[in-house]
């Protein structure tokens, strides 16, 4: 199967300050790129989407940018809350139909 | 129904068994996807379904491992002679058209054990 990564990186974060959590993506030709959140024991659930031919896109408390020369996507989350804390994926869309390579997570924890 | 449902939540198999699961998509998703995620690992595809045409096997691991959908809804995905290294959790997601601009909507996973 496609997957990338084997260890999870993890960031600590003070409640009330911003988080940024980054991602490599794989494939120069990928055309939509999408942040799901994960807590423990659930399934992954949406956050916010981005298409190539855009390199910013903002929601409510986050904020997704895309810079297509060096393959990084970025997740900002504005006033993180300890609700916040879970895992965050990054996924990218080869074009290939609606399937997601997803990257390898990134593990949120916010300190009260 | 109101969101992906996958049955059972829990299934523990000794190792050589067969077992079954099942995932009910989004009532009018046309296209079904599996995925397996290893513990503190990410997600891993296995299979998609987009309405009628053939489905895409590219990620499923062995030949052990095989999935249907029938009628354009239910699928199941049946993994036989399991083996330890199949212990996971196996992620069932569905979306309208299955089209390259679309969020997946996941369910909450079968947490397949083998012993």
């Known amino acids: 199967g496609e997957s990338v990564g084997l260890h999870l990186p993890t960031l600590s974060v003070q409640e009330g300050d911003n988080s940024i959590i980054n991602c490599a993506y794989s494939?120069?030709?990928?055309?939509?790129f999408i942040w799901y959140k994960q807590e423990s024991g659930k399934g992954p659930q949406f956050i916010i989407d981005?298409?190539?031919?855009?390199d910013k896109r903002q929601g409510q408390r986050v904020t997704v940018l895309l810079n297509k020369t060096v393959k990084h996507l970025s997740l900002q989350i504005a006033a993180t809350q300890p609700g916040d804390s879970a895992v965050y994926f990054c996924?990218?869309?080869?074009?290939?139909?609606?399937?997601?390579?997803f990257g390898q997570g990134t593990e949120l924890s916010v300190k009260p | 129904g109101a969101g992906v449902s996958q049955s059972p939540s829990n299934k523990v198999t000794e190792k050589g068994k067969d077992v079954e699961l099942r995932c009910d998509p989004i009532?009018?998703?046309?296209?079904l996807y599996w995925y397996r995620q290893s513990l503190g690992q990410g997600l891993e595809f296995l299979i998609y379904f987009q309405g009628n045409s053939a489905p895409d096997k590219s990620g499923l691991p062995s030949d052990r491992f095989s999935a249907e959908r029938t009628g354009g809804s239910v699928s199941t995905l049946t993994i036989q002679r399991t083996q330890q290294e199949d212990s996971a959790v196996y992620l069932c997601?569905?979306?309208?058209?299955?089209?390259?601009?679309?969020?997946?909507?996941f369910g909450s996973g079968t947490q397949l054990s083998v012993l």
């Open positions: 997601a569905s979306s309208l058209e299955g089209a390259t601009n679309e969020k997946l909507f």
């Open positions: 981005i298409r190539s031919n855009m």
């Open positions: 996924a990218e869309n080869y074009n290939q139909g609606g399937k997601l390579i």
């Open positions: 494939n120069s030709a990928s055309d939509y």
């Open positions: 009532s009018g998703h046309t296209a």
